[in-house]
């Protein structure tokens, strides 16, 4: 597969590094990695979703992150709010290809709607397992796709404070190389967030309240101390 200098879509993909500025990079990453394994069973990670309104205040690190992640990208004055989610894959686990879209909607009614923009921030480095993007839309009868096949993709390494941000109806998913050795026991780390023209339905995507995640908020107003804090 190439990587063409024109396909519109895939050169709509932007990657910004340094995304984060380091006090916010570094509490989130520390928090994440503080959660362990809460939500991972079954896909549940990645389908425990927050909704954050474009104007509110931050009640945790990651709605920081957010909040800091908009500032980078343009999604446009129809965007009302963002969608975050973490990501937490084991080495080797693959994140099926797949359309961002409003889950709980789908489920109800089978309607597919996809968010303005879709982007992954890295909070970890992990050269086994990069998002690969391609060209590829969902056609109108929600299941055949445009194209067919895939005609340009682009692979992005997840690099920590690394930002790919793409067009929301890109088809994507995280395919392993297993040829790309490295150390096992740590989790790839990602903080997801959709850009969104309308809120996504519960019971997916539900508001922030501490009660998920409570480490997230933990470090809110804090700065990681290097005393105090057992760092991991
Ligand atoms: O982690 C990634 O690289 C992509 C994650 C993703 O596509 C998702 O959570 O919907
Ligand atoms: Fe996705």
């Not at 979703?49 to 509110?56: E, Q």
């Not at 839309?137 to 920590?160: Q, T």
């Not at 490295?182 to 539900?206: D, G």
């Amino acid at each position: 597969m190439s990587e063409p200098q024109n396909s519109a879509p895939v050169a709509e993909i932007g990657l910004i590094e340094d995304a984060l500025p380091d006090a916010i990079f570094t509490r989130l990453a520390y928090a994440v990695r503080a959660l362990g394994y809460e939500r991972m069973k079954g896909n549940g990670s990645y389908t425990t979703t927050f909704w954050f309104p474009r104007d509110a205040e931050p009640t945790n690190v990651a709605e920081e992150a957010v909040v800091a992640l908009l500032e980078q990208v343009d999604p446009g004055p129809q965007c009302i709010g963002m969608e975050w989610w973490l990501g937490r894959l084991g080495y080797g686990k693959e994140l099926r290809l797949h359309f961002d879209q409003d889950l709980a909607l789908k489920k109800k009614t089978d309607q597919s709607i996809h968010p303005i923009l879709s982007s992954v921030l890295y909070l970890n480095s992990f050269p086994s397992s990069p998002t690969l993007i391609l060209d590829q839309v969902l056609a109108p009868d929600g299941k055949s796709m445009i194209p067919e096949k895939a005609e340009f993709g682009k692979s992005v390494d997840a690099v920590p404070n690394h930002y790919v941000v793409f067009p929301g109806t890109l088809r994507h998913g995280v395919i392993p190389n297993p040829k790309a050795e490295q150390e096992a026991e740590e989790l790839r780390l990602t903080l997801l967030v959709n850009y969104w023209q309308r809120r996504p339905l519960p019971p997916i995507c539900t508001e922030y309240d501490g009660t998920i995640y409570a480490t997230l908020k933990d470090v809110a107003n804090e700065r990681v101390k290097e005393s105090g804090v057992n760092r991991i």
